[in-house]
């Protein structure tokens, strides 16, 4: 029998892709979907996004820009954001290659292939770019050539655009000078949490992808900027025990019952990607009710408290709605002193032991 099962609705990523395309203000919408989608899928991810109207789909490999091409055929550009790995740039044919170093672009010219090129500049993220004035000399380099590169786009990446917007002004203002010197060609800066609230970072395009999948990039309420989850994980009730006062359940004892308490087993573990910081924290739902996950959560399976009307083999919400009650990634990232975008990507452990299925609304 299954494990858990990821519900992923699409008819949600549309309507994310449509509501990041209204708070972009005339920039164009480029989905994200490294990570298989972050566990949601890429290709049917991208697909959605495209028919939403994506212009471009931005991934994180090639491995993943192969995958993409055989399912979106030409639908749609797709940019590879990761540098390539040494030796790679011979397949790097027919895709949108970011180059964030003069090695980089020295690697990918020596190639000889043709693919378009997007440079990368530093402004403060401290990670992959150029500085701006070889950015600057790169991007003016290809525009002038006639090969087999071509300059598709010029870039960065903020890096506090959800938590600190003087820092992300500095970047910003860093940006537009670059921008402003370049040869024409896409400018792109802003990543979710720059387009839904800073105006001035949005450029000719904004690269979207937690937002896409409707987890909020300022780990609240995804509901405040209009976005609506696409993910929901559900398991089962696959054992039940009553315990005596005095009687515990799972390791380390951290669940000692004080009076008679009925729990309830969920075959769902840390190696299914559920968090094991939420022991003790977190809850489920279970017939529409949350369910504190009171014991430590182990490597195959949780443990829940439950009345007396649970039963073998009901529905265990691990992330979304149920009834009236719903539990968000946001919610279960707190519990585990963590990210929404952690919760959801490590999801694919569970995608491996269970499975995941699609539905349009």
């Known amino acids: 029998m299954t494990r858990s099962t990821l519900e992923v609705d699409l008819g949600a990523v549309h309507e994310n892709a449509r509501r990041l395309i209204e708070a972009a203000g005339g920039s164009r919408l480029w989905a994200v979907v490294k990570a298989d989608g972050y566990a949601h899928g890429a290709v049917e991810c991208a697909g959605t996004a495209v028919s939403a109207g994506a212009e471009r789909v931005c991934c994180a490999t090639l491995e993943e820009a192969r995958e993409l091409r055989e399912a979106l055929a030409a639908r749609a550009p797709i940019v590879v954001l990761s540098p390539l790995e040494p030796g790679e740039e011979a397949q790097a044919g027919g895709f949108e290659i970011v180059v964030s170093s003069l090695e980089d672009y020295a690697r990918l010219r020596a190639a000889g292939v043709p693919c378009g090129v997007h440079v990368k500049a530093d402004t403060g993220m401290g990670r992959w770019g150029m500085v701006p004035a070889d950015a600057l000399a790169v991007s003016r380099e290809l525009a002038a050539a006639n090969g087999p590169l071509r300059l598709v786009g010029v870039m960065s990446h903020l890096a506090t655009a959800d938590d600190d917007p003087a820092f992300a002004e500095l970047q910003t203002a860093v940006f537009a000078a670059l921008a402003r010197e370049c040869p024409p060609c896409p400018r792109h800066l802003a990543n979710s949490a720059a387009s839904l609230t800073l105006p001035e970072t949005r450029f000719d395009a904004v690269r979207c992808g ?20 696409a993910l929901r994980w559900t398991s089962r009730v696959a054992g039940l025990r009553d315990l005596a006062p005095g009687q515990s359940a799972g390791y380390g004892r951290r669940l000692i019952a004080r009076d008679p308490q009925r729990v309830a087993y969920v075959p769902v573990g840390y190696a299914d990607g559920y968090p094991r910081l939420a022991s003790g924290r977190a809850d489920v739902l279970v017939r529409g009710i949350r369910r504190p996950v009171a014991a430590t959560v182990s490597m195959d399976q949780l443990t829940c408290i439950v009345d007396s009307q649970v039963q073998l083999g009901d529905e265990v919400v691990l ?20 990210i929404g975008y952690e919760i959801v990507c490590a999801t694919a452990l569970a995608v491996r032991r269970g499975r995941r299925v699609y539905r349009s609304q």
């Not at 999948?213 to 989850?229: I, K, T």
């Open 210 to 229: 937690i937002a896409l999948y409707g987890v909020s990039p300022f780990d609240r309420d995804p509901a405040e900027h209009g976005l609506r989850p």
């Open 319 to 338: 992330l979304g709605a149920q009834g009236r009650e719903r539990v968000t990634a946001e919610e279960l990232a707190r519990h585990a002193e963590t």
